[in-house]
């Protein structure tokens, strides 16, 4: 593993499917610096499938895509993603990636969402991780990148309106600050801001927060995109249930083992995906008991076929000690993907000039208001590569030199009781109030919640404590947002304004980035 640089040409913070395709974009143009907080194995990439569109599919897939996103696409953006997508996946086969393919047919698969034939997934589950290796090996050939582990960026050095470099904290819990000529942001999504999240313990709205502070734009933060199904065990991370599972006949009961979907939509627990999360909820809110939870049931199923299907979850579940093809799984929603974040354009440019983003941290407006499922990987790989090339053909300023500071008091640790436990205070709000369902009164809540524990996070020195800031500022801007959009769409949901108001709202919001205030 190689050291941090004082300078560099250019920094891309995140080492997920968009970090390492823009970097591999970069490498002919520079010396890259590719930053990952944690191992970059650890990257999300995603267990389940990404989206192909066969060429003369392009068009269902793009249809697909605008009807998920609810009125709210940016059609161009929306076209970018299902036209470039298919190039970039040959790419990556070319790479090396192993996808489903008995003999020389790729295996296309249908999504309840879809309404043709175009998921792609690698043999196993992990189609995100397969994509992941192979981009991290061709990295890997690649020797103009570096990519440096175990990182903190805290916020990025800004000059005259113009993003210069990234203050860190390095592996050993020192101050550091790389200068550059240009930054990508491909930190992910914001998932931990909610109790209950698919997301991994990376996903606290890092870039978000800096590209916000910095003073960029930020863009359709209220919507949050939830799972239906992750496996509940108290104290473990909610691991996701694929919806294929009840694509393949699983059913959905309450607490009392009754089936209930029947109620909520005439396609049961095929409805669409927001409708069975509300579903559960209602479900769960009804049942009156403290810690709750529905089942997931497969034990109808055919057993041998259950297990040759879903290696994945069905290795994690036997990890719990449940059978699935036995046992009932106790499951609920978890927020699972964010859906805006730092707006940019569709060469990847954010507001702020030297500023660039792509992947789950960006708000291209590709997704809408709601994303259509496995569309993420391949946003990932499109702006990624697009992010690369124009981060590439507007490199004209070399980096300045930045003194470091090293006298600047930083560490990674200790674990802080205090900080754990207003992070706790964040997720229940935020999953309480402005989480599946949401009214009004609900979000004001939560946005007094939020505002009064900000003074605690004012000063952060530790690792986690910017997390916690960053959480937090996440968590507001997602609560304001969500506050201020009185109607409902994609996955946006109000009890009190449960209609579409395409008049006030058919528009996207975003929120100029600096000082949020607190009050
Ligand atoms: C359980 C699960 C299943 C999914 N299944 C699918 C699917 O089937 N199909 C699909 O299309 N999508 C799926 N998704 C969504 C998709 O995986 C993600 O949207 C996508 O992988 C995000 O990629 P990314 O490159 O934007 O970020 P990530 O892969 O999350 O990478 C973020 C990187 O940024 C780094 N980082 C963050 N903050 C900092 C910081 N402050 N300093 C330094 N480094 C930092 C992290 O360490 C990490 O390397 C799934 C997501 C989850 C959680």
């Known amino acids: 593993m190689k050291g941090l640089p004082a300078e560099t040409d250019f920094v891309v913070i995140g080492a997920g499917v968009a970090g390492l395709r823009a970097a591999i974009e970069l490498a002919d143009a520079g010396r890259v610096l590719v930053l990952s907080k944690k191992d970059a194995h650890s990257a999300q990439g995603g267990t389940d499938d990404a989206v192909l569109s066969d060429e003369d599919e392009v068009i269902l897939h793009l249809q697909d895509t605008l009807i998920a996103g609810d009125g709210l696409c940016l059609p161009q953006a929306a076209k970018t993603l299902v036209e470039e997508g298919p190039e970039r996946i040959e790419e990556l086969i070319a790479w090396g990636t192993q996808l489903d393919r008995p003999k020389t047919k790729l295996v296309f698969e249908t999504e309840a969402s879809y309404s043709h034939s175009h998921v792609l997934r690698a043999p196993g589950e992990s189609t995100g991780g397969e994509i992941l290796r192979a981009l991290h090996a061709k990295v890997q050939t690649r020797k103009n990148i570096s990519v440096v582990e175990f990182e903190f960026s805290r916020e990025l050095l800004t000059e005259d309106e113009r993003v210069t470099g990234v203050s860190l904290i390095s592996d050993r819990g020192l101050p550091e600050e790389v200068a550059c000529s240009a930054v990508l942001l491909a930190t992910g999504g914001i998932g931990q801001i909610y109790r209950n999240t698919t997301n991994p313990d990376t996903a606290t709205g890092d870039g978000v927060a ?96 259950v ?141 007094k919640v939020l505002e009064g524990l900000a003074p605690r996070v004012a000063h952060p020195r530790t690792r986690r404590a910017h997390e916690a800031a960053n959480l937090l500022l996440a968590a507001l801007l997602v609560a304001r947002s969500a506050l201020a959009r009185e109607e409902s769409r994609g996955a946006h949901y109000r009890i009190d304004n449960p209609a579409h108001d395409d008049k006030k709202f058919l528009k996207h919001s975003v929120v100029k980035g600096g000082n949020l205030k607190f009050a």
């Open 210 to 305: 800096m590209a916000f502070r910095a003073g960029a734009e930020v863009s359709d933060m209220e919507f949050v995109q939830f799972h239906p199904t992750a496996l509940y065990m108290k104290k473990s991370p909610r691991f996701l249930l694929s919806e294929a599972l009840r694509r393949e006949g699983a059913h959905l009961r309450n607490i009392e083992m009754n089936r209930f979907m029947g109620k909520y939509h005439p396609l049961g627990e095929l409805a669409p995906a927001d409708v069975v999360a509300r579903a559960i909820m209602h479900e769960m809110e009804v049942s009156g008991a403290k810690d709750t939870f529905v089942y997931l049931d497969m034990t109808h199923m055919n057993p041998a076929r």
């Open 307 to 447: 297990q040759k299907r879903f290696p994945l979850i069905y290795g994690t579940c036997m990890k719990h000690n449940i059978d699935i093809t036995e046992d009932m799984v106790p499951i609920r929603p978890a927020a699972h993907f964010g859906i805006g974040g730092v707006r940019t354009d569709l060469q990847g440019k954010t507001s702020l000039a030297g500023l660039y983003a792509a992947g789950e941290v960006a708000a291209t407006g590709a997704h809408g208001a709601n994303r259509l499922p496995s569309n993420a990987l391949l946003e990932g790989l499109v702006f990624g590569a697009r992010a690369g090339k124009t981060m590439r053909e507007e490199l004209t300023q070399a980096p300045k030199r930045v003194s470091r500071d090293k006298k600047a008091a930083s560490q990674n640790g200790p674990v802080d009781a205090g900080i754990e436990e207003l992070i706790g205070q964040i997720q229940d709000v935020m999953w309480k109030d402005a989480g599946i369902v949401r009214t009004r009164i609900g979000m004001q809540e939560a946005v």
